[in-house]
């Protein structure tokens, strides 16, 4: 049958037109992937050829208050795999076996994996020898990149505030695991377009991404003072040999932590080398004991607060007990201090004494202030593993109860509490939330991101009240128990304590925490100082073996501090067999060898020199010092 011309002509028309509209689908969709797709296309077909190499950020170096470096990053090599460039796995991993020390099985099953970058085991942070003996065996597929390791410089100094870092460079403990976030910045690496074998791409560049490393934290604490407690905690350890010990040096005006330590310690650097109860256990913000009679500050504070006492007015009789509720509670002198006021009561450490303030008060009133001083509940200081301490329901708070409680027996605190509460009730009343991270700062330029600024959680105590607590415990150092902390020229208030270890639930008779709290000057509070020796050996008192301590330590920190001695207000430190009296160096110099010879008998002389009259004398004069020290001159002519 004979087609028609114009059939033949439909058919190549509809023929075209079918052939343009599928063209015309075939350039829509070329658009649509190229220009539409285009970029997502190219992206993931760029992820599936790239490979990186990365290169850990830096975790921000930690410093102390003045810019001392404490902790910081090294670079160190690591080994890592890309699996699809290994040809010669089997002989590859026997190789690096023999470097790395690890076994063949292992290495060749990781490096098998059907990934883009694998770490070989063992390689993670090498040393530098290690890592150029695996670049000299030249292997394909094996790279060696850089890694950073946490350094400690000062090896265990700081070492439970610090804390330490993981094999991630993760922080675990300390500041380090608190402000991880922050110090540990974000990774960069290197970039490489690769084939299906995992061969580098021929032409194609490499693309660096630098990392970002974290920001610098500057702690509240001074490294100098730091090291003076790490110093006489050390020499405490040799001397006492206790159960552990430990120190908060804290300002009262603002709650920045200045040094804080404890024993036994670690160095942070190899904390795998330490048991993990000496890692982990922060004393001064996890351990929790009876604090004893310094927590007799909290009932002095309370009873001056509510007028419930004229110290130098008010008296008591102390025959060494009160009988409270049919129990005899025990004044720690056998025999008792006597008739004597509530100031002399408050020197003396008398339990008597006290109970009768906590009767006065009133267990609601008491407990009020106990609360309000911050005990029972955690004080938010940035540390890890901080505890609440314990307390009496007030429910279950009878006579017996509120009396103990009075002279700090029966309750539970922190060291960190006791010192933001006598913090607060020496400083004029204030409660200071205590912290650690002073301030934020670039790590190029230095410049301060973030600062932290003092807190004030309420007030406590009036300014009033305050200043007579501090005049109360500058007595207690001058006149009574807290003697040994007497600094010649400095103003210097604190308590002592001895509380008995609870053993299975009842009282230690052998063993005891003693403590020493300070502060100076007492009028105008720079520094407070706070130490507690767990079961010292030999002699158990907080007056003997705590409060020398804490002295060496504030002498040491309040001269570094610049804080200026003035002798013409303190308080005359009371005489008391065998202590030395403090006397003053007369002046020498112009005087003959007779003379003095025969008029300053009680000082012992170091005369050297052969002139006729004294040129030079040590210590200088008006300078003063412990009876029966030794002057030494200098006899010249002129």
Known sequence: MRVSGVTVRRRIFVSLLLGFLLFLLLITRLGYVQIWKGTWLTKNAE???????????????????NGELLAYDISVPSIMAIPAQIKDRAGTARKLSKILGVSETEIFKKISKSSRLERVPGGRKVSKETADKILALNLPGIQVAEDSQRYYPKGAFAAHILGFTGIENQGLTGVERIYNKQLEGK???????????GERMVGEAEKFTPPMDGKDLHLTIDANIQAIIERELDQAMTVYQPDDALTIAFSPKTGEVLGMASRPDYDPGHYKDYPVETFNRNLPVWKTYEPGSTFKIITLAAALEDKKVDLEKDSFDDPGYIKVAGANLRCWKRGGHGHQTFLQGVEN???????????????????????DFGFGKRTGIDMLGEENGVLFSLKRVGPVELATTSFGQGVSVTPIQQVQAVAAAINGGKLMKPYLAKSWNDPETGKVIQENKPQMVRQVI????????????????????????????YRVGGKTGTAQIVENGVYSKSK?????????????????????????????FGGVVAAPIVRNIMDSALRYMKVPPRTSSQMEKKYKYPNKKIVQIPNLVGMEREEIVNNYYTFPLDIAGTGKKVSYQSPQPGARVEEGATIRVYLGDK
């Open 512 to 540: 005891h925490i003693v403590s020493f709290i300070g502060f100076a000057p007492a009028d105008d509070p720079q520094i407070l100082v706070y130490t507690a020796i767990n079961n010292p050996r030999g002699i158990q």
């Open 187 to 197: 990774p960069g690496h290197i970039s490489f377009l690769s084939n299906a074998k």
């Open 349 to 371: 450490s008398c339990n008597p004494g006290f109970v009768l303030l906590g009767q006065r008060l009133g267990k609601e009133r008491l407990f009020h202030y106990i609360k």
């Open 47 to 65: 992820n599936l050829w790239g490979r990186d190499i990365q290169f850990e950020a830096k975790r921000g170096q930690i410093f102390d208050r």
């Open 462 to 489: 009036s300014p009033e009240t305050s200043a007579k607590v501090r005049t109360a415990l500058e007595s207690v150092v001058a006149n009574g128990t807290g003697g040994n902390a007497y600094i010649d020229g």
